[in-house]
């Protein structure tokens, strides 16, 4: 097994390959030593009670052995004599609860008074399935990366968190079990990477086997199985052009193809430390050659960029999430020159390859809001989809567009988006305004296991959810698994699109809507609001305001409806409910609600 260990000096010809081992380097010890600290648990990851041992051992994982030391006897209880009755006396009132001084020096959140409740439902189930995947006692998927080794879809790999990538052979089963030949079978491809957060596997390549393309913390690299045995024979250094300090969540995602075929990559900024924003290329998107592995950036800007995909028109989109300079979660598209509006990158605008000739403005103004920024840094780039902050998501993982033409139901084309924080899945739907990509998000499945981080669907029309609770927590129980969302056949009556008019939204329905219900424009309702563009850890709905749906005309065809709505504002998020629209047979909607993000207003 030929395995390149280490990070080498920076390349200086993009032909350069690498086929012997070099030495660790200091950075590279440095930044193990970092991942390898542990991480200070939260509440929702508290430890709990030890689960019973599982004496299920799928094929080619290595059984646990036994331990050779007896274990103790049991003690023998000591013998107790019953008590004497006494006399019951009333109990005393408890004494109330002392009540907790507030700290008059601490700031509260600022709350967001018109927030509507999310709408999730266990009717879900009625039309999308969860399917959850065992796991042997040894295998920890905290699932960082997702995807099929064979071109039949039948093979999965799972990167994760702790360094493996696993193979997975059966994983269609409707009710999976381990013990069975024909249930999941699990295969340890390799271990020892340093926390690989995506998989792309290149079916394009001449060679026998396939390429797979990780990014690891310190470089894209490449594996080959050469001799179809399920081990990996070969690891290289395809790609490793940026720097990591060894400070806290230096992570990189992908790699993810773009349309012709070069990867694209985005690396996280760094926290802590005391080398905040020293490294090069933190912060950034990078493009990296397909044959040379020479890695171009391309825009600037990104705060944790965890989940990155190609989406419409093979462009590729990333996720942000919330922090400082990022007051809500996003969806973005990159494209050369934009910038995202976080600052760690501009460390590296000196650097010759800095496609940026002058650096972005950064504008530290504790009120400035979104559409204020964008005239007056002309290179800031709004998203093409804010995610209401918590009840659409509160860390957004992986999107991926639904290539199944119908087999995962009526969304063929749209969007799915994994979200760590509240273990769901959301939808989206992109259009393209005056060049440029907006859209809205709507909730789609909720109730998973754990957090949702990664993507994809399988020749089946299914689609598989990679999940990790570890270090920021997730509602469902479980600290990591691998779940698969099925469509039972049955369609949901939803919001199936939302497009932007010059005077108001169109909605189509997934089925025919009540004339009387749908034209009546009571029974929807509407707000708008912003963001602040600043340097604080998030931001709630600012400058928010309810927005009146004036007119409501249903097509002929009863599956759309034309909304004529007051006070549309250009770089503000759109909320719309339809809470009072019943389908034909009089019931409401799954979803009711839907958040349009209209940077441009059609003409």
């Not at 930044?31 to 799928?58: G, H, N, Q």
């Not at 769901?424 to 909720?446: H, M, N, T, W």
């Not at 669907?457 to 990591?480: C, E, I, M, N």
């Not at 010059?502 to 009546?520: I, M, N, R, S, Y």
Request: glycine fraction near 8%.
């Amino acid at each position: 097994m030929t395995v390149t260990n280490g990070i080498p000096p920076r390349r200086t010809d993009p032909r350069h390959t690498r086929t012997q081992p070099t030495p660790m380097t200091t950075r590279h010890l440095l930044a193990l030593a970092i991942s390898l600290c542990p991480i200070p648990a939260f509440a929702a990851d508290a430890p709990k009670p030890p689960e019973p041992e599982r004496v299920i051992t799928p094929l080619n994982v290595p059984a646990r052995k036994p331990d050779p030391t007896p274990a103790p006897a049991p003690a023998k209880p000591a013998e107790t004599k019953p008590a004497d009755p006494k006399p019951t006396t009333p109990a005393k009132p408890a004494d109330p609860a002392p009540t907790k001084p507030t700290d008059p020096t601490k700031k509260e959140e600022p709350k967001d008074k018109h927030a509507s409740k999310p709408t999730f439902t266990s009717k879900e189930d009625e039309f999308y399935k969860v399917v959850t995947i065992p796991l042997p006692h040894n295998a920890v998927l905290e699932v960082g990366g997702l995807a099929w080794l064979d071109t039949a879809q039948t093979q999965l790999l799972v990167a994760t968190r702790r360094g493996e990538i696993w193979r997975l052979d059966n994983v269609y089963h409707p009710n999976p079990i381990l013990a069975d030949p024909k249930g999941v079978q699990f295969k340890q491809m390799v271990f020892g990477l340093h926390e690989p957060l995506g998989l792309f596997v290149d079916f394009n390549s001449d060679a026998k086997s396939p390429w797979v393309y990780t990014a690891q913390r310190g470089e894209v690299s490449r594996l080959r199985d050469d001799d179809a045995d399920g081990r990996f024979d070969q690891v290289q250094t395809f790609s490793n052009e940026w720097e990591i300090s060894g400070s806290y969540h230096e992570f990189n995602f992908g790699p993810v193809p773009d349309k012709d075929g070069n990867l694209v990559v985005t690396l996280n900024r760094p926290f802590g430390g005391g080398q905040e924003g020293k490294a090069l290329w933190r912060g950034w998107a990078v493009r990296i050659d397909k044959k040379t592995g020479q890695m171009t950036p391309i825009c600037t800007g990104l705060r944790s960029p965890a989940g990155v995909g190609a989406l419409n028109d093979g462009e590729v989109f990333y996720t942000d999430n919330q922090g400082d300079w990022v007051p809500a979660c996003k969806l973005a598209h990159i494209k050369p020159l934009a910038f995202h509006g976080q600052e760690t990158g501009h460390e590296s605008m000196g650097d010759p390859r800095s496609p940026f000739k002058t650096k972005p403005a950064i504008l530290k103004e504790t009120n400035l809001l979104w559409p204020d920024a964008v005239k007056k840094i002309p290179e800031l780039t709004p998203p093409a989809v804010w995610f209401p902050y918590p009840r659409m998501g509160k860390s957004h993982g992986e999107p991926r567009l639904d290539p199944t033409a119908g087999k995962f139901g009526p969304f063929a084309g749209q969007t799915f988006v994994a979200d760590q924080g509240t273990s769901q899945v959301l939808r989206c739907f992109l259009e393209k305004i005056d060049g440029e990509y907006q859209g809205a998000c709507f909730p789609f499945r909720s109730g998973l296991q754990s957090g949702a981080m990664r993507l994809l669907f399988g020749h089946d029309g299914s689609l598989f959810v990679g999940q990790t609770a570890r270090g920021w927590g997730a509602p469902g129980g479980k600290p990591y698994g691998l779940q698969r969302i099925a469509w039972t056949g049955k369609t949901p009556f939803e919001i199936h699109e939302m497009r932007a008019k010059p005077d108001g939204f169109e909605l189509t329905f997934t089925a025919e809507v009540d004339p009387k219900t749908a034209a009546d424009p009571a029974s929807y309702y509407a707000r708008r609001w912003t963001y602040k563009h600043h340097q604080g850890y998030g931001c709630p709905p600012t400058d928010a305001a309810e927005i009146k749906v004036t007119k409501a005309t249903v097509a002929p065809d009863n599956k759309s409806v034309r909304l004529t709505i007051d006070g549309l504002r250009p770089i503000y998020v759109h909320e719309l409910r339809a809470d009072g629209v019943r389908n034909k047979d009089n019931k409401p909607l799954l979803h009711p609600e839907a958040y349009y993000t209209l940077n441009r207003i059609p003409k």
